[in-house]
């Protein structure tokens, strides 16, 4: 934590930091994420000494965000799980599908 932090934001961190490790992240990792979030936070209370433009301005917080633009991209099942979905289904053909195909055959 930066130092002149209170305790809120104290707990802020470790909140965060073990939602992270519990989701499989590294501690590492988690530490990097809480920080991450919890400046930001400071930055858009007026906490912090300086604050980007996008921290004061932004009408979503860090944590309302919850990684909306951390660039991954959107997240799609594989063709694996697709096709286990389409057997569960008993989807006709699903052995010869690719995934686009079944990605429609299942409805996602």
């Known amino acids: 934590m930066p130092?002149?932090?209170?305790?809120?934001?104290e707990r802020q961190y470790e909140h965060i930091k073990e939602g992270a490790e519990e989701r499989g992240t590294s501690e590492r990792r988690a530490?990097?994420?809480?920080?991450?979030?919890?400046?930001?936070?400071?930055?858009?209370?007026?906490e912090a000494r300086s604050a980007s433009r996008t921290s004061t301005r932004d009408?979503?917080?860090?944590?309302q965000r919850g990684g909306e633009r951390s660039h991954r991209g959107p997240i799609s099942p594989t063709r694996d799980q697709l096709y286990e979905e389409a057997r569960r289904r008993n989807i006709e053909g699903r052995s010869s599908m690719n995934k686009e195909e079944l990605r429609k055959a299942v409805g996602r």
């Open 31 to 46: 530490e990097e994420i809480a920080s991450r979030t919890v400046n930001k936070e400071r930055a858009r209370t007026g």
């Open 3 to 9: 130092a002149g932090s209170n305790r809120k934001r």
């Open 59 to 63: 009408p979503k917080s860090a944590s």
